[in-house]
């Protein structure tokens, strides 16, 4: 109540506005003298609001804000008397702690106020140093952890938590252990990083264990009637609490066995059996569990975890038949939702998915990128396999009863023949009798009455289902995985073998490793393939070859093809159309029309057997939910909350296991219609409305508390009887991936620079794999397979960091990176590296570091000489490419060689002397300068002969040595025409043809080659052009050096009528060059170029004629560009 | 992940641009005050202050039109957008060019702090540039008009629908060019200059 007053004021405050007002209700963000944190609008508004106070009865804003904050108090101490608990003899919990929240928290800063308000706190609005004792936020801007002391000026920066906890504990707890995780990771040590740790797993196990025992609980829980073996019933009771008692003696010193659980002892007879072969599996599984939950295996990796858990939520499953009359519902079953998800070979199916790229991240996702270019365009050829298994989730049950194999059999959590359980899946034999998937057990009997019916077997699935890909994998590593029991092998890569024997191969295999069948379909694409395998199926294979296409779809039924479901065909129907040979003679445009744009390029295509697709295109699940339309009824409202929760938890493991963070959450609510009477399937949802709500936050989340909040906000929404729900979705959507969000600050540290060194020092991969070589590759491997499991095991941990136990397994599998090996590393780097760093790092290679590093010391003595173990540059990694080309005596030519391009413009200094004018011998530099792949010239006519003069006199011969034989004659070609080179040849040239020769390479190189054309010329006014090149600020850019030319006093002209000339076409030329160069991307530095040069063309006759002759071209460049003329005066 | 088509350098710099577009429009119709001044609000973005529309109209306007723009400069398609003011006589005054180089063979990730520092002086000069423009008479209209490379196909998507062929009035002869700002980075190219009429065809007209 107090909290809604407060808002009343203010918002009558705020509704009293006029212009004035309006400007108050926004100043309320901003600060004068207060301290600004975390508001957009910085100083700049501070001035529009203090004129706006220039009217009002506040002489300026900080006296207005001084009043405020009073008020703000004076109505905060009032509140607190009303509402504090007037204990008076003890002293309230927040005594003396003064917060102020900055930022989104949860709860929200009301909330907190609140709390304070309660608890003898204080709550400001406004940050300031002395009133503030502790600064409350949940997440901080990068800017601001940068910051940190401006942002807090010291004060403690802590979770909200901390508020809830002392409050839960009724007394002040410290704030320490609720320090803002981004402050108090601030710089994680290097051990921190690399030693594996060993808390979050024994969370795993913890988890685990929990989990463990509510299934348990559950299935002692259970009620029925039936009593089909009630002999085997108490021996499987007794086991079965002997197997609970174990459990709980284990567990007893990590987990509190909640309520239910307890209940087992008192009504032991509730328990419901199945066959003693389920009993064993049961058994199985228990064991299974029991080893999962020891410390050592879940050490492993935190993500596994997330998958036992599924598998075991998934076993205790396959002992439970029959549903019970009561408890199946959620008004008798506390844990329905969790039970429910664990019975449903929908969410088996759901789940798969992570678990199988868990199993192969690498090969799922490794080669979609490499993927060949030309597999769209000659997809005419590329011979695909489509691999289904035969009527999976039956086969894999009877493989042990060789017995039912020709009878009829189907698969459905319950075998009551008269229930309303629906067939999820059905043999051949049973097929024949025309049962489907989806009947009802009651009407799958009525067809077939010698019927049987077996549970599921969750555990056996997911064994084939990885033994199934196991054996793809191994045949083929282009494997796209379409469902736990399908996939597509795109077999390109294997052209030596046929196909078809490749197909038969695989199916004989799995059959040998499985006991199941499988059907192949072999085609040109992914569409064909599927179909073909329709065609093949049961435990058959089918080719259909590329010409034979249109043969095969002519007559095929169009919901045979993928992507038509009941609607489309329906629609297509009443089109007259219903096999693909008819629907090919609709044009691609009307079928586009009718169906839209997708679906009719679907429907075109698919009809003529075109499918574009490549074979691992794997799709990034959009959204991630979970949904229970099945024996949904609440008895209160209270039990619709509970049930939400549960939904909520559901979601959020749904989430975390497969790594994502969403922020859009849509809850779907099934509500009974106002005349459906109880549905025909037993606690079914019946006839029903769909209604749905969504929200969408600005932070991505996979936290269960904030799933709960959100969705109780939206169940609010919809206002709805309780009764009427027949089932309830929750979906979460807008995902990102929990990786990226959570591990941002771990970017920064050493092992991301690790990785990402490992990468770009590629080059120095070649330098390296000597030292690799003198190793030994094994042990280096051994201690790699150590240190990576470890590196792997903490970076997941870093990954879950902060949330509940449970893990992402995006996470992992992206982190699958792990120490680099010994030979990528970069030596020079590391020997560089503090020594308290190379110790560590010696330790994680387990010693072998420093003996490389050793090693190459030695070596590096030995070897030919100039190797230098600087950070990798293009140009260095020349010289090892030259030194590997040739032999060892070249090492010294190119080291040199490389030493004079990247000492350039020393030696351009050097040649201050106008000894090199000749013109092909100055292109040398720049194309050497481009190019930087192949350092020793073919030829010696790419030799800049000026830098070969300045060499000494062995390193000459080393050169001369160093080129093909043939080269040697031009040596002593070259040799005269050195002493020639005072001609000013290249200038010479340009003057004979103008505007072609050196067209587009003035500006090339750094300096650009005309500053060495201009310094070497004999014209003054050139010479001092060049100049103002070193003078300039940026001298690439040609409107600075013009700046700078007009800043200078004296502009020398030349004299000689010939040297004019020769002089203003030279720097005519130079800004043709330039125009051209810039025309496309930046007219702006042309127009400031020009109003330059005309400014200098009041001062200088020489500019003057520049102008003259340039600006045409230049209006004419501009028009051809741009159809219009640049802006400037035309000069007179 | 939410942006998923958007993942391609283009796309990004696809998205950047249209936001820039819209708040430099913005600016560019605030600075020929045809609207009076109460009509824009100040707002920071890239760090500068920039006006934006108060009017929900103009704003939607403006933020349909560059947003509908998002495929075509994805693809490459948009050579320039002009915003062009014209007269009482539907005859354009004064013109104002984006014209935009949106590599596409630009692989790498876009870093969108450069771009925005760069896109960010366009800004600033923008808003210094009154000067350079002609002072507007009484009874005028604007437009933004885009330039294509090559003719879209129709009803390739729903934005694009909101765009429709213009036959805008052309100037007879060749305009006159005065270059206000001009970037130039590996994945984006972006020019803006200004068109006015040549003198003699004011005369004329």
Same mark, same amino acid.
């Given at each position: 109540?107090?909290?809604?007053?407060?808002?009343?004021?203010?918002? $009558?405050?705020?509704?009293?506005?006029?212009?004035?007002? *309006?400007?108050?209700?926004?100043?309320?963000?901003?600060?004068?003298?207060?301290?600004?944190?975390?508001?957009?609008?910085?100083?700049?508004?501070?001035?529009?609001?203090?004129?706006?106070?220039?009217?009002?009865?506040?002489?300026?804003?900080?006296?207005?804000?001084?009043?405020?904050?009073?008020?703000?108090? +004076?109505?905060?101490?009032?509140?607190?008397?009303?509402?504090?608990?007037?204990?008076? *003899?003890?002293?309230?919990?927040?005594?003396?702690?003064?917060?102020?929240?900055? &930022?989104?928290?949860?709860?929200?800063?009301?909330? #907190?106020? /609140?709390?304070?308000?309660?608890?003898?706190?204080?709550?400001? !609005?406004?940050?300031?140093?002395? %009133? =503030?004792?502790?600064?409350?936020?949940?997440?901080?801007?990068?800017?601001?952890?940068?910051?940190?002391?401006?942002?807090?000026?010291?004060?403690?920066?802590?979770?909200?938590?901390?508020?809830?906890?002392?409050?839960?504990?009724?007394?002040?707890?410290?704030?320490?252990?609720?320090?803002?995780?981004?402050?108090?990771?601030? /710089?994680?040590?290097?051990?921190?990083?690399?030693?594996?740790?060993?808390?979050?797993?024994?969370?795993?196990?913890?988890?685990?264990?929990?989990?463990?025992?509510?299934?348990?609980?559950?299935?002692?829980?259970?009620?029925?009637?039936?009593?089909?073996?009630?002999?085997?019933?108490?021996?499987?009771?007794?086991?079965?609490?002997?197997?609970?008692?174990?459990?709980?003696?284990?567990?007893? +010193?990590?987990?509190?066995?909640?309520?239910?659980?307890?209940?087992?002892?008192?009504?032991?007879?509730?328990?419901?059996?199945?066959?003693?072969?389920?009993?064993?599996?049961?058994?199985?599984?228990?064991?299974?569990?029991?080893?999962?939950?020891?410390?050592?295996?879940?050490?492993?990796? =935190?993500?596994?975890?997330?998958?036992?858990?599924?598998?075991?939520?998934?076993?205790?499953?396959?002992?439970?038949?029959?549903?019970?009359?009561?408890?199946?519902?959620?008004?008798?079953?506390?844990?329905?939702?969790?039970?429910?998800?664990?019975?449903?070979?929908?969410?088996?199916?759901?789940?798969?998915?992570?678990?199988?790229?868990?199993?192969?991240?690498?090969?799922?996702?490794?080669?979609?990128?490499?993927?060949?270019?030309?597999?769209?365009?000659?997809?005419?050829?590329?011979?695909?396999?489509?691999?289904?298994?035969?009527?999976?989730?039956? *086969?894999?049950?009877?493989?042990?009863?060789?017995?039912?194999?020709?009878?009829?059999?189907?698969?459905?959590?319950?075998?009551?023949?008269?229930?309303?359980?629906?067939?999820?899946?059905?043999?051949?034999?049973?097929?024949?009798?025309?049962?489907?998937?989806?009947?009802?057990?009651?009407?799958?009997?009525?067809?077939?009455?010698?019927?049987?019916?077996?549970?599921?077997?969750?555990?056996?699935?997911?064994?084939?289902?990885?033994?199934?890909?196991?054996?793809?994998?191994?045949?083929? !590593?282009?494997?796209?995985?379409?469902?736990?029991?399908?996939?597509?092998?795109?077999?390109?890569?294997?052209?030596?073998?046929?196909?078809?024997?490749?197909?038969?191969?695989?199916?004989?295999?799995?059959?040998?490793?499985?006991?199941?069948?499988?059907?192949?379909?072999?085609?040109?694409?992914?569409?064909?393939? %599927?179909?073909?395998?329709?065609?093949?199926?049961?435990?058959?294979?089918?080719?259909?070859?590329?010409?034979?296409?249109?043969?095969?779809? &002519?007559?095929?039924?169009?919901?045979?093809?993928?992507?038509?479901?009941?609607?489309?065909?329906?629609?297509?129907?009443?089109?007259?159309?219903?096999?693909?040979?008819?629907?090919?003679?609709?044009?691609?445009?009307?079928?586009?029309?009718?169906?839209?744009?997708?679906?009719?390029?679907?429907?075109?295509?698919?009809?003529?057997?075109?499918?574009?697709?490549?074979?691992?295109?794997?799709?990034?699940?959009?959204?991630?939910?979970?949904?229970?339309?099945?024996?949904?009824?609440?008895?209160?409202?209270?039990?619709?909350?509970?049930?939400?929760?549960?939904?909520?938890?559901? =979601?959020?493991?749904?989430?975390?296991?497969? &790594?994502?963070?969403?922020?859009?959450?849509?809850?779907?609510?099934?509500?009974?219609?106002?005349?459906?009477?109880?549905?025909?399937?037993?606690?079914?949802?019946?006839?029903?409305?769909?209604?749905?709500?969504?929200?969408?936050?600005?932070?991505?989340?996979?936290?269960?508390?904030?799933?709960?909040?959100?969705?109780?906000?939206?169940?609010? *929404?919809?206002?709805?009887?309780?009764?009427?729900?027949?089932?309830?979705?929750?979906?979460?959507?807008?995902?990102?991936?929990?990786?990226?969000?959570? /591990?941002?600050?771990?970017?920064?540290?050493?092992?991301?620079?690790?990785?990402?060194?490992?990468?770009?020092?590629?080059?120095?991969?070649?330098?390296?794999?000597?030292?690799?070589?003198?190793?030994?590759?094994?042990?280096?491997?051994?201690?790699?397979?150590?240190? $990576?499991?470890?590196?792997?095991?903490?970076?997941?941990? +870093?990954?879950?960091?902060?949330?509940?136990?449970?893990?992402?397994?995006?996470?992992?599998?992206?982190?699958?990176?792990?120490?680099?090996?010994?030979?990528?590393?970069?030596?020079?780097? =590391?020997?560089?590296?503090?020594?308290?760093?190379?110790?560590?790092?010696?330790?994680?290679?387990?010693?072998?570091?420093?003996?490389?590093?050793?090693?190459?010391?030695?070596?590096?003595?030995?070897?030919?000489?100039?190797?230098?173990?600087?950070?990798?540059?293009?140009?260095?990694?020349?010289?090892?490419?030259?030194?590997?080309?040739?032999?060892?005596?070249?090492?010294?030519?190119?080291?040199?060689?490389?030493?004079?391009?990247?000492?350039?413009?020393?030696?351009?200094?050097?040649?201050?002397?106008?000894?090199?004018?000749? %013109?092909?011998?100055?292109?040398?530099?720049?194309?050497?300068?481009?190019? !930087?792949?192949?350092?020793?010239?073919?030829?010696?006519?790419?030799?800049?002969?000026?830098?070969?003069?300045?060499?000494?006199?062995?390193?000459?011969?080393?050169?001369?040595?160093?080129?093909?034989?043939?080269?040697?004659?031009?040596?002593?070609?070259?040799?005269?025409?050195?002493?020639?080179?005072?001609?000013?040849?290249?200038?010479?040239?340009?003057?004979?043809?103008?505007?072609? &020769?050196?067209?587009?390479?003035?500006?090339?190189?750094?300096?650009?080659?005309?500053?060495?054309?201009?310094?070497?010329?004999?014209?003054?006014?050139?010479?001092?052009?060049?100049?103002?090149?070193?003078?300039?600020?940026?001298?690439?850019?040609?409107?600075?050096?013009?700046?700078?030319? #007009?800043?200078?006093?004296?502009?020398?002209?030349?004299?000689?009528?010939?040297?004019?000339?020769?002089?203003?076409?030279?720097?005519?030329?130079?800004?043709?060059?330039?125009?051209?160069?810039?025309?496309?991307?930046?007219?702006?530095?042309?127009?400031?170029?020009?109003?330059?040069?005309?400014?200098?063309?009041?001062?200088?006759?020489?500019?003057?004629?520049?102008?003259?002759?340039?600006?045409?071209?230049?209006?004419?460049?501009?028009?051809?560009?741009?159809?219009?003329?640049?802006?400037?005066?035309?000069?007179? | 992940?939410?942006?998923?088509?958007?993942?391609?350098?283009?796309?990004? @710099?696809?998205?950047?641009?249209?936001?820039?577009?819209?708040?430099?429009?913005?600016?560019?119709?605030?600075?020929?005050?045809?609207?009076?001044?109460?009509?824009?609000?100040?707002?920071?973005?890239?760090?500068?202050?920039?006006?934006?529309?108060?009017?929900?109209?103009?704003?939607?306007? @403006?933020?349909?039109?560059?947003?509908?723009?998002?495929?075509? @400069?994805?693809?490459?398609?948009?050579?320039?957008?002009?915003?062009?003011?014209?007269?009482?006589?539907?005859?354009?005054?004064?013109?104002?060019?984006?014209?935009?180089?949106?590599?596409?063979?630009?692989?790498?990730?876009?870093?969108?702090?450069?771009?925005?520092?760069?896109?960010?002086?366009?800004?600033?000069?923008?808003?210094?540039?009154?000067?350079?423009?002609?002072?507007?008479?009484?009874?005028?209209?604007?437009?933004?008009?885009?330039?294509?490379?090559?003719?879209?196909?129709?009803?390739?998507?729903?934005?694009?629908?909101?765009? @429709?062929?213009?036959?805008?009035?052309?100037?007879?002869?060749?305009?006159?060019?005065?270059?206000?700002?001009?970037?130039?980075?590996?994945?984006?190219?972006?020019?803006?200059?200004?068109?006015?009429?040549?003198?003699?065809?004011?005369?004329?007209?």
């Amino acid at each position: 109540m107090s909290l809604d007053s407060s808002n009343s004021k203010q918002r $009558s405050f705020n509704s009293t506005s006029s212009n004035n007002q *309006s400007n108050a209700s926004n100043s309320k963000k901003r600060k004068s003298n207060q301290k600004t944190l975390g508001m957009a609008w910085g100083a700049n508004s501070l001035s529009g609001s203090r004129s706006s106070f220039r009217s009002s009865p506040f002489s300026d804003f900080g006296s207005y804000m001084a009043v405020k904050t009073r008020k703000l108090q +004076n109505q905060f101490d009032a509140e607190a008397s009303n509402s504090s608990r007037s204990d008076s *003899s003890t002293k309230p919990i927040f005594d003396g702690v003064s917060i102020f929240v900055d &930022g989104f928290t949860i709860p929200s800063s009301q909330e #907190l106020r /609140q709390y304070m308000l309660n608890y003898g706190g204080r709550f400001e !609005n406004y940050f300031s140093r002395h %009133r =503030v004792s502790h600064i409350i936020c949940s997440n901080l801007p990068d800017s601001k952890i940068k910051n940190l002391r401006s942002f807090s000026s010291g004060l403690p920066v802590v979770k909200p938590m901390w508020i809830l906890d002392s409050v839960a504990a009724n007394k002040l707890l410290s704030w320490v252990p609720y320090q803002l995780d981004q402050l108090a990771n601030n /710089q994680p040590t290097l051990s921190a990083f690399f030693t594996p740790k060993s808390k979050p797993a024994d969370e795993g196990a913890f988890t685990n264990a929990i989990c463990e025992v509510k299934p348990e609980t559950e299935l002692l829980c259970l009620k029925d009637a039936s009593f089909s073996e009630a002999g085997n019933s108490f021996e499987w009771r007794k086991q079965a609490t002997e197997e609970h008692n174990k459990l709980m003696c284990e567990n007893s +010193n990590k987990t509190v066995i909640d309520g239910p659980s307890n209940s087992y002892s008192e009504e032991p007879k509730e328990v419901e059996v199945v066959g003693p072969s389920n009993l064993q599996e049961g058994d199985e599984s228990l064991a299974n569990n029991r080893l999962q939950s020891c410390p050592e295996q879940s050490s492993a990796s =935190v993500s596994s975890h997330c998958f036992d858990n599924h598998r075991i939520r998934g076993s205790p499953g396959s002992s439970v038949i029959g549903p019970s009359k009561q408890r199946h519902s959620t008004l008798g079953d506390p844990n329905f939702v969790e039970n429910y998800f664990r019975n449903s070979r929908l969410h088996f199916i759901g789940t798969w998915r992570n678990r199988y790229r868990n199993r192969f991240p690498s090969l799922s996702n490794g080669w979609t990128k490499s993927s060949h270019s030309d597999v769209s365009a000659g997809s005419q050829k590329t011979p695909i396999i489509h691999i289904d298994m035969d009527c999976f989730f039956v *086969s894999v049950v009877i493989r042990r009863h060789p017995e039912l194999i020709d009878k009829p059999v189907a698969v459905c959590h319950s075998d009551n023949p008269k229930g309303t359980a629906e067939i999820s899946s059905a043999n051949y034999p049973a097929r024949d009798y025309g049962i489907k998937a989806g009947m009802f057990v009651r009407d799958a009997k009525g067809l077939c009455p010698q019927l049987v019916i077996l549970p599921y077997n969750f555990e056996a699935y997911e064994k084939v289902a990885d033994q199934f890909y196991n054996i793809l994998h191994k045949h083929c !590593n282009r494997v796209q995985a379409v469902s736990c029991d399908e996939a597509f092998l795109d077999v390109t890569d294997l052209e030596g073998k046929d196909p078809q024997f490749l197909a038969s191969a695989i199916r004989k295999e799995i059959y040998e490793a499985t006991g199941c069948s499988a059907s192949a379909g072999i085609a040109k694409n992914m569409l064909m393939a %599927r179909l073909a395998t329709s065609t093949a199926k049961p435990n058959g294979q089918c080719y259909i070859h590329p010409e034979k296409v249109d043969e095969y779809l &002519g007559p095929l039924p169009i919901k045979a093809l993928p992507g038509i479901g009941h609607v489309l065909a329906e629609k297509l129907k009443n089109k007259n159309v219903q096999t693909c040979g008819q629907l090919r003679l609709i044009s691609k445009d009307s079928l586009q029309k009718d169906f839209g744009i997708k679906t009719g390029e679907m429907l075109w295509n698919y009809s003529r057997g075109v499918d574009n697709r490549l074979v691992g295109m794997i799709q990034e699940s959009k959204s991630v939910g979970a949904e229970v339309n099945w024996g949904v009824r609440f008895r209160d409202f209270q039990h619709a909350q509970h049930f939400l929760l549960d939904l909520c938890k559901e =979601v959020s493991l749904r989430l975390q296991g497969c &790594g994502v963070q969403g922020r859009t959450f849509t809850l779907k609510i099934k509500k009974r219609r106002k005349d459906a009477g109880e549905p025909a399937k037993f606690m079914g949802c019946g006839d029903c409305e769909n209604l749905s709500h969504s929200t969408t936050v600005p932070l991505a989340t996979d936290d269960v508390e904030v799933l709960q909040r959100i969705t109780k906000q939206l169940f609010g *929404s919809f206002h709805i009887d309780f009764k009427d729900i027949r089932g309830v979705g929750l979906q979460v959507s807008r995902l990102e991936n929990a990786d990226i969000s959570r /591990q941002a600050p771990e970017r920064n540290s050493l092992k991301s620079w690790l990785m990402s060194d490992s990468a770009s020092s590629k080059e120095q991969f070649d330098i390296n794999s000597r030292a690799k070589e003198c190793i030994g590759t094994d042990s280096e491997g051994k201690s790699m397979d150590g240190n $990576s499991s470890l590196l792997h095991n903490a970076s997941v941990e +870093n990954s879950v960091h902060g949330t509940n136990n449970a893990s992402n397994g995006e996470g992992c599998s992206n982190q699958n990176s792990s120490v680099p090996p010994l030979c990528h590393l970069d030596i020079g780097v =590391v020997e560089s590296l503090p020594s308290e760093l190379l110790s560590e790092l010696n330790e994680i290679y387990g010693g072998k570091l420093v003996e490389m590093i050793t090693k190459r010391k030695l070596q590096g003595d030995n070897s030919a000489g100039s190797l230098c173990f600087i950070p990798p540059e293009p140009a260095q990694v020349a010289v090892v490419e030259a030194e590997r080309s040739h032999n060892s005596d070249s090492v010294s030519l190119s080291r040199s060689a490389v030493e004079m391009k990247d000492e350039q413009p020393i030696l351009e200094e050097l040649r201050t002397v106008p000894d090199s004018g000749a %013109r092909p011998i100055s292109v040398a530099i720049s194309t050497a300068g481009l190019e !930087n792949n192949d350092l020793v010239p073919s030829s010696l006519s790419q030799v800049d002969t000026s830098v070969l003069q300045q060499l000494p006199e062995e390193l000459r011969a080393d050169i001369f040595e160093a080129l093909p034989a043939h080269r040697i004659q031009e040596i002593s070609a070259l040799g005269p025409k050195t002493d020639n080179v005072h001609h000013p040849l290249g200038i010479e040239s340009a003057d004979n043809q103008p505007g072609s &020769g050196l067209s587009n390479n003035l500006w090339i190189g750094n300096p650009p080659l005309w500053v060495e054309k201009f310094k070497v010329s004999n014209l003054t006014s050139l010479k001092f052009i060049a100049d103002m090149y070193y003078k300039a600020n940026s001298p690439e850019s040609l409107s600075s050096i013009l700046q700078c030319t #007009l800043a200078e006093s004296l502009h020398p002209l030349d004299a000689t009528c010939d040297a004019w000339t020769e002089a203003i076409h030279s720097f005519s030329e130079l800004l043709m060059n330039y125009i051209k160069l810039k025309i496309g991307v930046d007219i702006e530095e042309i127009y400031v170029c020009f109003r330059l040069l005309r400014r200098l063309s009041t001062k200088s006759e020489f500019f003057l004629e520049v102008y003259d002759v340039v600006f045409p071209h230049l209006q004419a460049s501009i028009d051809e560009n741009y159809g219009g003329t640049l802006n400037i005066p035309p000069h007179n | 992940m939410e942006r998923k088509d958007n993942q391609t350098p283009q796309g990004e @710099i696809a998205r950047i641009l249209v936001e820039f577009l819209e708040v430099a429009i913005t600016s560019v119709v605030s600075l020929k005050g045809i609207y009076p001044s109460g009509a824009f609000e100040r707002r920071k973005y890239m760090n500068v202050v920039v006006q934006r529309a108060r009017h929900p109209q103009l704003r939607e306007y @403006i933020h349909s039109a560059v947003s509908g723009l998002f495929n075509f @400069i994805q693809k490459g398609l948009v050579e320039r957008v002009a915003v062009i003011f014209y007269n009482a006589d539907n005859i354009p005054i004064e013109r104002f060019i984006f014209k935009l180089t949106v590599n596409q063979s630009f692989g790498s990730n876009v870093e969108e702090v450069d771009l925005e520092f760069s896109l960010r002086s366009f800004l600033i000069k923008l808003s210094v540039s009154q000067t350079l423009t002609t002072v507007l008479p009484r009874d005028c209209r604007w437009e933004i008009t885009a330039y294509f490379r090559a003719l879209p196909q129709i009803s390739a998507s729903k934005d694009a629908e909101m765009w @429709i062929p213009t036959d805008t009035k052309q100037w007879q002869q060749p305009p006159l060019i005065t270059p206000i700002k001009s970037m130039n980075s590996e994945p984006l190219g972006l020019q803006l200059y200004l068109e006015h009429p040549n003198s003699s065809e004011l005369l004329s007209g």
